[in-house]
């Protein structure tokens, strides 16, 4: 979908993230003018610079919370901003059993926060990053937007509760709009293999910690659980390529600027692999060996995700077309490029909001 004539800015909370890296690159080659806001908790201002040579122009980059409303008030005083694309929060699902409190105040106060600013400024527009995990263990596998939710972590259910604060907003004015984009396992990285997945510590997701170990940066991999059921009895993902993510929130903020009202739409290829499958297309794909041992199943793992994309299709004009080979071939040349360039630096400490790093204060 193309934006209107004169482009509109849209600002990216999250910026730096994964999704939110590739999000940018999408919509700035769109047209559309981008404002960031990151507090680099989990990631850096490195990411920076690759992400402004793919657009081909500089990034308005402002570095704080999105808990800070002040903070917030100020970027939306200063940019033009019509549409929020909400990926700012925290993903882990382990570490949200260890720490809900934390999940709960950045994922919810996060986005009530955000909504709070967004209300202020008039700009009432916001595109949001769900997560198929709000499903818990689903009954039907390819899952609609209608199953029920019944999430069973605290990640899980923060999602489902910033999607019902939306849903409530919406529902007392008009004039909101928001659709809860629900991701089911993103994998992969830009072409360029500048920008990808840069987990810190051990990764959650399967695809980079499988580069790692393709890259012998780690022993091997651990596949949790072969008794699952399903044809070889690992646990069975529906991947999406992050390239593909990225062009279904263009299509959802054209979609937000046209039209107010909540929307809840799914985003999956609706094929499913298992964590097998996945190694073999990753050895295939990049003629590398990816040692893994067989261990017990890990609390909390569901057997199946797979995603029914109808609503995707219809609402957004959107589907998946990057296969499980080009996600492979793409996250190992981000992983050789990251690994041949400098050690990632330090943490960028989060106490320093309000910081404008671009442009300049
Ligand atoms: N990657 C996945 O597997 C997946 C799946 C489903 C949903 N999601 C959701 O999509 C969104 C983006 O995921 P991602 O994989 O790009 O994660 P990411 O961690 O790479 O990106 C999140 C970004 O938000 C920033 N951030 C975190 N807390 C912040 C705060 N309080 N204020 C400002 N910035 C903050 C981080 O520094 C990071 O750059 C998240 O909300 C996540 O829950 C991700």
Redesign the pocket.
């Known amino acids: 979908m193309t934006p209107p004539r004169a482009a509109p800015c849209v600002l990216v909370?999250?910026?730096?993230?994964?999704?939110?890296?590739h999000t940018v690159v999408a919509l700035a080659g769109h047209g559309y003018r981008v404002v960031v806001?990151?507090?680099?908790?989990?990631?850096s201002i490195d990411?920076l610079a690759p992400v402004e040579a793919l657009c081909g122009t500089s990034v308005a980059t402002y570095c704080?919370?999105?808990?800070?409303r002040e903070f917030l008030a100020t970027v939306l005083g200063r940019n033009p901003v019509a549409c929020a694309v909400?990926?700012?929060?925290?993903?882990a699902v382990g570490d949200s059993v260890r720490m809900p409190l934390e999940y709960y105040d950045?994922?919810v106060n996060?986005t009530l926060t955000l909504a709070r600013a967004l209300e202020a400024a008039g700009v009432r527009r916001v595109v949001f990053?769900?997560?198929?995990?709000v499903y818990g263990d689903p009954a039907v596998a390819p899952t609609p937007e209608t199953h029920p939710l019944a999430p069973a972590n605290p990640?899980g259910r923060s999602?489902r509760d910033a999607e019902e604060l939306l849903a409530d907003l919406c529902a007392s004015d008009p004039r909101w709009g928001a659709i809860s984009l629900?991701?089911?396992?993103?994998a992969g990285a830009h072409p360029s293999g500048t920008i990808g997945?840069?987990?810190q510590g051990v990764p959650?997701?399967l695809v980079p910690y499988i580069a790692q170990v393709a890259n012998g940066e780690r022993p091997a991999l651990r596949v949790f659980g072969d008794d699952y059921p399903t044809p070889d009895g690992t646990g069975v993902r529906d991947y999406v390529h992050v390239m593909d993510l990225a062009s279904a929130h263009v299509a959802a903020v054209a979609r937000m600027l046209s039209r107010p009202g909540n929307e809840v739409i799914n985003l999956g290829s609706g094929r499913g692999y298992s964590v097998l499958e996945v190694i073999r297309a990753y050895e295939h794909a990049n003629d590398v060996r990816v040692p893994y041992e067989i261990v017990p199943r890990r609390s909390g793992d569901v057997p199946r995700y797979l995603a029914d994309a109808t609503l995707a299709g219809q609402l957004l004009d959107w589907r998946a077309t990057r296969g499980i080979d080009e996600m492979c071939r793409d996250a190992a040349r981000f992983q050789r490029m990251h690994v041949q360039r400098a050690p990632r630096p330090a943490r960028t400490p989060?106490s320093s909001p309000n910081r404008a790093l671009s442009p300049a204060s």
Do not use: C, Q
């Open positions: 909370t999250g910026g730096l993230g994964y999704i939110g890296s806001v990151d507090d680099l908790s989990n990631s990411v704080g919370d999105v808990r800070d909400h990926f700012a929060g925290l993903k950045v994922n996060g990053s769900s997560s198929a995990t990640y999602k629900r991701y089911f396992n993103p997945e840069r987990p959650n997701n989060a």
